[in-house]
DNA sequence: CTGAATCCCTGCCGATACTG
DNA sequence: CAGTATCGGCAGGGATTCAG
């Protein structure tokens, strides 16, 4: 609100955009949105690799030993329905899917840079004086 | 890995940094600093009502009805231990409580901006083929 | 007015075991 | 190889109550 119109529609901007103002969390925000795609322990690292390329099942569990088969199944299907990530697979014998991201999981890598670097100057003045 | 320490140390980046390889969740990445900061439901709509300056308990109460004082308190607990804002009390009666962002914390408005541009690209491409 | 203490309920995540 | 089914522990977060 106490917007004016003014000529700088390249910037959709947090400030003056309606949904911005939810007096509650709800779906349909953009942030809401972005942070529901990335959420849950491992995610991040999932997308950092796959940022790398496509890679199957067992490239990623081999990639993060930790993580279990159930977690890494949810996690790749909650990508998906993301919007994320696809599957593909490859017919014949032994079976393979391939994961891979979609152009809008690429543009994740920008959003991770931006909290890259925010966490890495938390961490740096981390007993500054305020 | 391949980085052939080239000369553009102008960005710390996420693909250049041994922090990026880890081989599970750490709490000394600063991915993970980052969303450990913005954590918790509530969070973004508090941090987004402050970057329009201080605000009072009170005042936060209001902006966000919805939201019970237990949660508003331990999301201004945890914001404060994360370095996003810090507290003042005005003695004398009424007691007052003002919130303010840190200088960290007013950073955290282009990592918004950055979830908020990704979740509307999001939004928009919902059903397009891949 | 500000915010801590308590209780309960729900959903996440890890381990294990099982199927196409 | 690539998952799904099931169970249990634990932390998040909401309502209510109490205190500085």
Redesign the pocket.
């Known amino acids: 609100m106490t917007h004016q119109t003014v000529g700088h529609p390249a910037r959709p901007g947090l400030p003056d955009d309606p949904r911005a103002y939810v007096a509650e969390p709800t779906p349909s925000c953009p942030v809401e949105i972005a942070l529901a795609a990335l959420?849950?322990?491992?995610t991040t690292l999932l997308i950092r690799e796959l940022l790398g390329g496509e890679r199957?099942?067992?490239?990623l569990?081999q990639a993060l030993p930790?993580?279990?088969?159930?977690?890494l199944?949810?996690r790749?299907?909650h990508l998906g329905e993301a919007g994320v990530l696809t599957?593909h697979?490859r017919p014949g014998w032994?079976?393979?899917?391939y994961?891979r991201l979609t152009p809008q999981g690429h543009r994740l890598g920008p959003v991770l840079q931006a909290l890259w670097d925010w966490g890495a100057a938390a961490d740096r003045s981390e007993d500054d004086p305020l």
Chains 1, 2 share one sequence.
């Open positions: 959420r849950g322990r491992w199957t099942f067992t490239e569990r930790v993580l279990s088969d159930k977690v199944s949810d790749l299907a599957r697979r032994p079976p393979r899917t994961y």
